[in-house]
């Protein structure tokens, strides 16, 4: 690791706060050390190898005292090389792919972004004062400007496309390439040594080109962890390059993505609710190496002034107790699927594991909560200025906050270390436990293959009030939704403090749309779907057709606009940023063009029910949840463009949005005939192999199927064609009182000047500026623009909704 190379000042003066106190090229003058001063590389240096040693330790003990490797008499074994390598090739692998996205969680979102200065010879455009009204300064300066901000797809700030990385944050992208060198090697040798392990072969045997190629090639480990592999070279490659904080989201998104593939050859894989294993194993790892690799990232960047390193810090005490709490429900979860009870928790090596993280993960939470108490809320009180190592400030004074400072800095390291080390501890007690047979494991029972393909027994004959009642939770959906339930509330809460109304009929909409979801999900529905097309096509239907109407009434993209607090500096973006970010994005651009979301909306049924799609979805554990997430998706961005109230890059107007709905009806209407009268069975893979002895045919039951396609192809079409007429009707009349309100109002002639003088100076290129009215006449010739005696009306955001780049009524449809 590349840790000698930073180990020295930095040299760069583009540190937030730093470059504004430090003379230029003198980042960090030479200074006489003082207690509690420690270099970055330094504190990396000494807390990682001691982290890495209790892993290790903890993961000997377990291998140690392990059941030793299998030996069937007359059979090969792989033999204890393999034995203990697989293990501590694997735990390598977690600390440096945990390392990996920690560093590079550290330099995309946990450390400040160096602000770009606006140029100075470029005066404010029109976007500019838009991002300044509708943005940051509406959402501080009180309730009124906080009601617009929401309304209008708020501009991106003026130099807020390119974040360039700070040295600090450029030193953690190194580290973290170096990092996934290590990963990558780690994982390739775990590859060998699971070949080993699988094939019962010494790992000398099986180290050929061609035995690992067919390894790859036709197990989902191999794949899995050539995939890993993949993804860790990549970052490796790309790490070292990143200069904007963009770059390093993306690749903080592609080492998130690496961390998950074994997820899907483990234990999880075949435990008897798999997808719930999966999502709750692929949640408690993204979580756990988050909240350990983000302590990491921090301990990186301790000789940051108070001033950066204070917030860095603040940020990810507020993110790592959400991550320690979604570790803990996961780990919970997941453990609670594979003891099947209480007393194996004592009475299983595999309880016994268990046991032993749950106080792991107690020890590093009451750490946290020290740092949280002695370090964040001491240094938040910290001037700006003052660095975390050595009195550099002039005066006394100051030289004396510096000190203390530094001593507060050096209590963070030393917390910050144990913390980490119990951690890693962990990781290694994690890796035993992944390696250790789980007492309830669905693999090695063997089951009916009715159950094997559904997850669990035959439901007994359906019956509309087993539909109703016979819940089977589906826990993702179950969770997300009450997740977001949770979040809407606590948004309605923050705008209900600062004295801003928020309808209720919003609120109804959006808590209705998410309990459409969960009983399209966890109820009867969930239990019968994979059993019968028809109930499946009625949870397909709810989802994607009924569902979504409520959720974009609910607004709550608008919500969450008004409700989050701008960055805080020094931070020149936090979660609202990232949420304008997104919506200005490309990828958000294309996903909600009309003509993709009617082509997804409409294609996807297709390429489900005509092709052999829906067999293979339904045969995979995430390609069920995905399907399901699917249809919501499709279904929210479709009615989001007819009846949505959500800012968007664009809107069709009225009449386009009535062709867009119309335009579905006959391909729903067509594909529930063809599903009616098809004399074969669809997804006879699936359905088709179910042991089912009670109930009408397979193929009759694929009829009754049809003629839900038929049905909910129309029926809320007419409801959503209603709501679309009554907003458009809304829009007109507020477009004219509002019209009729700027014509009496004398004052209002400036601002419809403004409006027009703005609009002139962007078709020229040039700056805004006020002209006189003397002054129309000439610009209009020189704009080359469209000769009128009346300017443009300043757009109200309430009363544009109409087709407006992005705009969309406050009022309309709730
Ligand atoms: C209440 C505390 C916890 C419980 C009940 C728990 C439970 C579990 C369970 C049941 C597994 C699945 C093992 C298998 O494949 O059979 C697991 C895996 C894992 N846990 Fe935890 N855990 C807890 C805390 C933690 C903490 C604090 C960390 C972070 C240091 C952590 C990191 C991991 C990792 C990385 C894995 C994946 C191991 C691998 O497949 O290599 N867990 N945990």
Redesign the pocket.
């Known amino acids: 690791m590349d840790i000698s190379a930073s180990a020295g000042p930095p040299t760069s003066t583009d540190d937030p706060v730093a470059a504004e106190v430090r003379p230029p090229g003198d980042a960090f003058p030479a200074q006489a050390p003082t207690p509690g001063a420690t270099r970055p590389a330094g504190a990396v240096a000494r807390a990682l190898p001691v982290a890495v040693l209790a892993g290790c330790a903890v993961l000997a003990l377990v291998v140690g005292f392990g059941p030793g490797p299998l030996r069937l008499p007359g059979l090969p074994s792989s033999g204890e090389g393999t034995y203990w390598a697989l293990p501590f090739a694997?735990l390598v692998g977690?600390i440096a792919s945990?390392a990996t996205l920690g560093w590079l969680l550290a330099a995309a979102v946990l450390l400040p972004a160096r602000r770009v200065p606006v140029r100075r010879d470029r005066e404010p455009s029109s976007a500019d004062a838009t991002a300044t009204r509708a943005g940051d300064a509406a959402t501080r300066t009180g309730a009124a400007a906080t009601a617009r901000a929401g309304d209008a797809l708020p501009e991106r700030a003026a130099g807020s496309r390119q974040r360039p990385l700070t040295s600090t944050a450029r030193r953690c992208g190194r580290y973290a390439a170096d990092a996934a060198v290590v990963w990558l090697i780690a994982t390739l040798a775990e590859l060998v040594f699971t070949l080993s392990d699988v094939s019962a072969q010494p790992a000398g045997d099986v180290f050929d080109l061609h035995a690992l190629r067919s390894f790859v090639a036709s197990t989902e480990q191999g794949r899995a962890l050539l995939t890993v592999a993949a993804l860790a070279a990549v970052v490796a490659i790309v790490g070292r390059t990143v200069t904007t904080t963009t770059a390093a989201g993306v690749l903080l998104a592609l080492a998130a993505i690496g961390l998950l593939p074994?997820?899907l050859a483990?234990?999880?894989a075949t435990s008897g609710d798999h997808a719930i294993a999966v999502v709750a194993?692929a949640v408690?790892?993204l979580a756990?190496?988050a909240?350990?690799g983000g302590l990491l990232g921090l301990l990186s960047a301790v000789r940051l002034p108070a001033g950066s390193f204070g917030p860095a810090l603040r940020r990810h005490s507020r993110f790592a107790a959400g991550a320690?709490a979604v570790?803990?429900v996961s780990?919970?979860g997941?453990?609670a699927l594979?003891l099947g009870g209480f007393a194996p928790l004592w009475e299983t090596r595999?309880g016994l594991l268990?046991t032993l993280?749950?106080v792991?993960?107690i020890a590093?939470v009451v750490l946290g909560g020290l740092l949280r108490r002695h370090v964040v809320a001491r240094l938040a009180t910290a001037t700006p200025q003052t660095t975390t190592a050595a009195g550099t400030a002039a005066g006394a004074g100051a030289t004396a906050e510096a000190g203390t400072t530094a001593g507060t800095v050096g209590r963070f390291i030393r917390l910050a270390g144990v913390e980490l080390t119990v951690?890693?501890a962990?990781?290694g007690?994690?890796?035993g436990?992944?390696r250790?047979a789980?007492p309830v494991d669905d693999a090695l029972v063997p089951a009916d293959p009715t159950r094997a393909l559904l997850g669990y027994p035959m439901p007994p004959p359906v019956t509309a009030v087993r539909l109703a009642a016979d819940w089977r939770i589906d826990w993702v959906f179950l969770s997300a939704s009450v997740i977001a339930a949770g979040l809407y509330l606590a948004g309605l809460l923050r705008l209900r403090a600062r004295g801003v109304r928020w309808p209720v009929g919003r609120t109804i909409a959006w808590l209705s749309g998410l309990a459409v979801v969960v009983f399209a999900t966890s109820s009867g529905l969930g239990r019968y779907g994979p059993v019968l097309l028809s109930v499946h096509m009625t949870q397909h239907m709810l989802l994607s057709m009924l569902a979504p109407i409520p959720l974009v009434l609910g607004a709550p993209v608008t919500l969450a606009l008004r409700a989050m607090h701008p960055a805080r500096a020094p931070h020149p973006s936090g979660p609202r940023e990232w949420l304008v970010a997104l919506l200005h994005s490309w990828p958000v651009r294309v996903l909600t063009h009309p003509a993709w979301v009617t082509a997804n909306f409409i294609g996807s049924l297709y390429a489900l029910y005509l092709t052999s799609l829906l067999t293979t979805l339904m045969h995979n554990h995430l390609g069920h949840l995905y399907m399901n997430v699917h249809f919501l998706a499709v279904g929210v961005l479709f009615f989001e463009l007819l009846i949505g109230v959500d800012p968007l890059p664009r809107r069709l107007p009225h009449p386009g949005r009535i062709i867009m709905l119309l335009s579905a009806v006959p391909f729903h209407t067509f594909l529930g005939i063809a599903i009616m009268s098809e004399s074969s069975l669809l997804a006879a893979g699936w359905y088709g192999r179910l042991v089912r002895p009670w109930g009408v045919s397979a193929l009759s039951d694929q009829h009754t199927a049809g003629a839900i396609v038929w049905a909910f192809g129309e029926l809320p079409t007419f409801a959503v064609l209603i709501v679309l007429v009554i907003q458009w009707s809304r829009m007109d009349d507020r477009r004219t009182r509002a019209r009729e309100r700027r014509i009496a109002a004398a004052g209002d002639v400036d601002a419809e000047l403004d409006a027009y003088n703005a609009y002139l100076a962007r078709l020229a290129g040039g700056p805004t500026r006020r002209r006189t009215a003397a002054t129309i006449g000439p610009a209009v010739t020189a704009a080359g623009g469209p000769i009128t005696t009346t300017p443009p009306a300043p757009r109200d955001a309430a009363d544009d909704d109409e087709g407006g780049g992005g705009r969309a009524s406050a009022g309309g449809g709730g």
């Open positions: 694997r977690r945990v074994p997820v483990g234990h999880a194993l408690h790892i756990a190496s909240w350990v320690a570790t803990a780990g919970i997941g453990a594979r595999y268990v993280k749950a792991g993960l590093a951690l890693t962990t990781l007690l994690a890796v436990l992944s250790t789980p």
